[in-house]
Structure formats: structure tokens, C-alpha cells
Antibody
């Protein structure tokens, strides 16, 4: 059974940093591209970042470019999101989501984690 | 950036009725690269449709997708109690990937 479990969310002050993790199981993690998608409270979905299966291709939404960094450790079946210079508008539930195998572009997402809440507030 | 506009914002229907949800794109969606998701309160989104009309694994055949270019539709042929939720469309043909604002299907 495919499982994605996020962790690392919490309350952080504006300008602060946080590192989210996503532990994957039930599939060959190293074969799949992965993404982070976020959802502000009561709002819709926003794609944040993409990483290819090998980590060689990375893409970001303009709203997070230069502040958030996606990475992965295929040996540990883990996906990460390093969040720096956080703003109030980054407050959201952050989901990790599985993409197509071996893609070099974000497509659609067939499995999602349960999400982890990041709150940016003083 | 392709803007996806979903309508209506809320659809009030009874179990057993047919639901028709619209997703209109500001530009043509390349290769009909459009997906639909269902989200229930407190849960992660669930993939229903990809490639405009292909059902994801395990999705009942009462869910159907259609359309091309700038106009896409998700149809639920007969609403079951578990289908009342928010539905999002998403395009993946152009950068950046974008989502629509969602349609809430509520019990009338």
C-alpha cells in the first residue's frame, strides 16, 4: 500500500525557517517524481515545487522561488521541503504528492499524504 | 499562467441526481492535460480523472470527464452520499501547473 507521511510542520515567526519531511513507503520511491502542494486555511490548492525521480530537475512556483527548496534522499525514501524567510502568506497545510514515474515535469498526482500544517505568525 | 475558472461555486443536489461541474481555462490546455480531484473535509485530495477523461485506479464509473481546448466537464451520473465534497480541476500542460478554485457539491 502506498503511504506518504508528512512531518515537521508547526508555528514559526515571520522570517523564520522550517524543514518539512515526507516519508514514502509501499512503492519504489526512486522511480517517481514528487511534489509539494499547499492549501491555505479554507482556500484552494496551490502547487509549490517539483523534483524529478533522480533529483536532477527541480521546478518551483514563482511565489516560493528563492525561499523554499525541495530535495530528496532516495536511499531513505524521503522527500524534503526547506522553508526559509517564511511569510504569513505561507501559512497552509503542505501535502507531498506522488507524480508520474520518471517525468521531468509536474503532471498529476495519484497519491497524497495527509498533510502537515505550517503556521507563520508572530 | 493558465487560469482555471470552475463553476458553479456551489452545487446543491440530492442523492441520485446528476452533477455537472465546469472548468474553463484562460488558454487552451495542451494535449487535454487536465485532471480532476475530490477533497472531503480534513482529507487530502483524491485523484479522479487525468487526461481529461481517463479514470484513475479504483474510481467508480459514475465519474466521467470530458472536454478539450478550454472547456472541460466532470459529470457524476448519480450522486452517492459519499460524493458530496469539493472538486478541483488542474492543468498540467503549461508551466506553471495550476488548479481551479473548486466547486462544492452539497446536499440539497
Amino acid at each position: 500500500e502506498v503511504q506518504l507521511v508528512e512531518s515537521g510542520g508547526g508555528l514559526v515567526k515571520p522570517g523564520g525557517s522550517l524543514r518539512l519531511s515526507c516519508a514514502a513507503s509501499g512503492f519504489t520511491f526512486s522511480s517517481y517524481a514528487m511534489n509539494w502542494v499547499r492549501q491555505a486555511p479554507g482556500k484552494g490548492l496551490e502547487w509549490v515545487a517539483y523534483i524529478s525521480s533522480t533529483g536532477s530537475t527541480i521546478r518551483y512556483a514563482d511565489s516560493v522561488k528563492g525561499r523554499l527548496a525541495i530535495s530528496r534522499d532516495n536511499a531513505k525514501n524521503s522527500l524534503f521541503l526547506q522553508m526559509n524567510s517564511l511569510r504569513a502568506e505561507d501559512t497552509a497545510v503542505y501535502y507531498c504528492a506522488r507524480d508520474l514515474p520518471s517525468s521531468n515535469w509536474p503532471y498529476y498526482f495519484d497519491y497524497w499524504g495527509q498533510g502537515t500544517l505550517v503556521t507563520v505568525s508572530s | 499562467e493558465i487560469v482555471l475558472t470552475q463553476s458553479p461555486g456551489t452545487l446543491s443536489l440530492s442523492p441520485g441526481e446528476r452533477a455537472t461541474l465546469s472548468c474553463r481555462a484562460s488558454q487552451s490546455v495542451i494535449s487535454s492535460y487536465l485532471a480532476w480531484y475530490q477533497q472531503k473535509p480534513g482529507q487530502a485530495p483524491r485523484l479522479l480523472i487525468y487526461g481529461a477523461y481517463s479514470r484513475a485506479t479504483g474510481i467508480p464509473d459514475r465519474f466521467g470527464g470530458s472536454g478539450s481546448g478550454t472547456d472541460f466537464t466532470l459529470t457524476i451520473s448519480r450522486l452517492e452520499p459519499e460524493d458530496f465534497a469539493v472538486y478541483y480541476c488542474q492543468q498540467y500542460g503549461s508551466s506553471p501547473l495550476t488548479f481551479g478554485g473548486g466547486t462544492k457539491v452539497e446536499i440539497k
